[in-house]
């Protein structure tokens, strides 16, 4: 009843304050808002007070107004059971590390990854029977593999399988490569300025151009010699990586090629060289130790100890030959020779 009374009070109270300030303009609109709070504010705490100053017979002086009973989350139990993630052992990296390049065998193996580079470029348009080259004076045809587009070769008794590759690559051999100039190095065969102007287009390099010219499928990369003694072994690393890059990135496979010579007077060229081929698992073609046997190491030491000798020629051309003899059998799925 008190509850009602004070609600009919209350409305009361609103209706006249209504009236007041729609008659009256000396009133803000701030100072109705202060008046209605404090009224409101002032019935609600009478409204409280009667409640809470009628307690029921069963209470205390101090009202409870409620109680929460907290029960402990049940424990779930997963409908399925969790198989274990099961654990892989990694599958061991038997490849010989770079760092003992010098016993790496003269004719590499094919991995897997290369496989792939070689196939992939056969699809985007290379032409199988296209084999290049990236190399100074001493990759011209004249010198390597050109023999191989003539008649005046032997093989051998024990080597006549190799007649089928030569067979297979004979137009590439006489042909001359857009990447090989005289005194070309690592970072002139990057620069536009060495770039044939007879035969690349605007802005090729040495190494695009014959990409885009010839479309090979497989490429040796020769480089190295043109290196002055004292310069920064790593700099000529990263331009290889740089080079062998673009290469694989044209789908191009690339065969990598330690050298004879030791001009840099710590075989440092071919460690890094042999770090490249490790790194992005491709072949590499170990020149140094097929030319271990031979006297001085296959260099005429008449010329610097830089250029090889007529032996030293001939021991290059032939294992050039077996490698790319290697790769091709490897790469088309053919038997290797007994």
Not at 184 to 201: I, K, M, R, V, Y
Not at 230 to 248: P, T, W
Not at 259 to 269: F, P
Request: aromatic content about 8%; hydrophobic content about 40%.
């Amino acid at each position: 009843m008190l509850l009602k009374v004070l609600l009919n009070w209350f409305v009361l109270i609103m209706l006249a304050g209504l009236i007041t300030a729609c008659q009256s303009v000396a009133v803000s609109d701030d100072n109705q808002q202060q008046t209605m709070s404090a009224a409101i504010e002032t019935i609600s705490f009478g409204i409280t007070q009667s409640v809470t100053a009628r307690p029921s017979p069963s209470s205390t002086a101090v009202p409870v107004l409620f109680e929460a009973s907290i029960t402990p989350p049940e424990t779930v139990t997963p409908a399925v059971s969790l198989t274990p993630m099961p654990t892989f052992t990694p599958t061991p990296d038997t490849r010989p590390d770079p760092r003992q390049w010098a016993s790496w065998p003269v004719v590499p193996t094919v991995s897997e990854r290369a496989k792939q580079v070689y196939q992939d470029g056969l699809n985007e348009g290379n032409d199988p029977k296209s084999v290049s080259v990236i190399g100074d004076c001493q990759s011209e045809p004249n010198v390597f593999l050109g023999i191989y587009a003539t008649d005046r070769y032997i093989l051998g008794d024990d080597y006549q399988y190799l007649q089928e590759t030569i067979d297979y690559y004979r137009e590439s051999f006489s042909r001359r490569s857009f990447g090989v100039r005289d005194g070309l190095s690592a970072p002139s065969a990057l620069s536009t300025l060495w770039a044939d102007p007879q035969n690349c287009l605007s802005g090729e390099t040495p190494v695009t151009c014959e990409l885009r010219a010839h479309k090979p499928a497989i490429l040796f990369i020769n480089l190295g010699t043109n290196w002055k003694p004292g310069a920064s072994a790593k700099a000529y690393e990263d331009y290889l990586r740089q080079i062998v890059e673009q290469v694989i990135a044209n789908g191009t496979l690339p065969i990598l090629s330690t050298k004879a010579d030791n001009i840099e007077g710590d075989h440092s060229l071919n460690l890094a060289t042999a770090r490249v081929a490790y790194d992005y698992d491709i072949p590499l073609w170990n020149f140094w130790l097929a030319a271990d046997s031979l006297p001085n190491h296959g260099l005429d030491a008449n010329r610097e100890n830089i250029y090889l000798t007529p032996e030293g020629w001939d021991r290059r051309n032939f294992t050039a030959l077996q490698t790319l003899d290697a790769i091709r059998r490897s790469l088309n799925g053919l038997p290797l020779p007994n």
